[in-house]
């Protein structure tokens, strides 16, 4: 089992920056890749990026490419997004989601989810 809490959501206006943070607990949490995913009123759970289990590689949505970081520090079991010149597209609540072994992209290949922090660009 791995519990994951995010925390780091808000309010802010286009073109700032915030950075969300998911806190895993549970075992073996190194085997795991990270994700993040969003979703927005009306809209399926969309991939946003990924990480895997080492950080050695890494990869995003196009939408999100040039603008978000996503990252992880394994001795502090996080995982962190980094998101920079946000656009109101970016409203969503963001999921932090863990999967055991190989990276991935598809939302439902996830094992575990977190319950979702509230991000909102305003124009």
């Known amino acids: 089992q791995v519990q994951l809490v995010e925390s780091g959501g808000g309010l802010v206006q286009a073109g700032g920056s915030l950075r969300l943070s998911c806190a895993a607990s549970g075992r073996a949490y190194s085997r795991y890749a990270m994700g993040w995913f969003r979703q927005a009123p009306g809209k399926e759970r969309e991939f946003v990026a990924a990480?895997?289990?080492?950080?050695?590689?890494?990869n995003y949505a196009d939408a999100v490419k040039g603008r978000f970081t996503i990252s992880r520090d394994n001795a502090k079991n996080t995982v962190y997004l980094q998101m920079n010149s946000l656009k109101p597209e970016d409203t969503a609540v963001y999921y932090c989601?863990?999967?055991?072994?190989?990276?991935?992209?598809?939302?439902?290949?996830?094992?575990?989810w977190g319950q979702g922090t509230q991000v909102t660009v305003s124009s």
């Open positions: 989601a863990a999967k055991y072994g190989s990276s991935w992209s598809d939302v439902r290949k996830s094992d575990y």
């Open positions: 990480v895997s289990w080492s950080g050695g590689s890494t």
